[in-house]
């Protein structure tokens, strides 16, 4: 977890709910960005006080807790700052039945249809991703339906492979 990655953002945004009895669970290490090794401290100092103790910094998993760790929340927020390539996490989100929120650009705003298959909210906005989580918190039904919604765009490794072979064959003629 890099700063790139938003993890502020989505402690700023925490820090605006309404509702007190929501908890967050950050996941993953947090390694030096650029030599700077203090954004876990800076996470921590973030938070807001009368929130800190209902906001965990978990730190590093491995790949193979990911279903278990999906299993105890009921929204995924991946509040990326710059453009992620293919964001595996949204993946990861729609096939663990989560509700997933997520940053409006690149490959992320791609993979989900906003209200839909996810929830969308304004690149490095903590005033909309509040409103998106506030959102999934007065609706639980909504949320609940956007987590079962199968339309989701996630392909095999296969298919992937056959998509990519497909578009080598239209460039190269072969």
Request: glycine share 6%.
């Amino acid at each position: 977890m890099i700063p790139t990655k938003g993890a502020h953002l989505l402690i700023e945004a925490f820090n605006r709910l309404i509702e007190p009895n929501v908890t967050l669970d950050i996941w993953g290490e947090i390694p030096p960005y650029h030599g700077d090794s203090s954004y876990r401290a800076k996470l921590e100092a973030a938070v807001a006080p009368d929130r800190r103790d209902r906001v965990k910094l978990h730190g590093r998993y491995d790949n193979a807790d990911v279903a278990k760790i999906l299993s105890t929340i009921d929204v995924l927020v991946v509040p990326s700052l710059w453009y992620e390539s293919y964001s595996l996490t949204i993946r990861e989100g729609f096939l663990g039945k989560c509700c997933v929120i997520a940053s409006d650009h690149g490959p992320m705003g791609e993979a989900i249809q906003d209200g839909v298959t996810g929830f969308l909210f304004d690149r490095g906005s903590a005033e909309d991703l509040a409103a998106k989580m506030e959102l999934s918190i007065k609706r639980p039904d909504l949320r609940k339906q956007i987590a079962e919604n199968e339309d989701k765009p996630v392909i095999t490794v296969e298919e992937c492979a056959d998509r990519y072979a497909l578009v080598y064959r239209d460039l190269t003629g072969m």
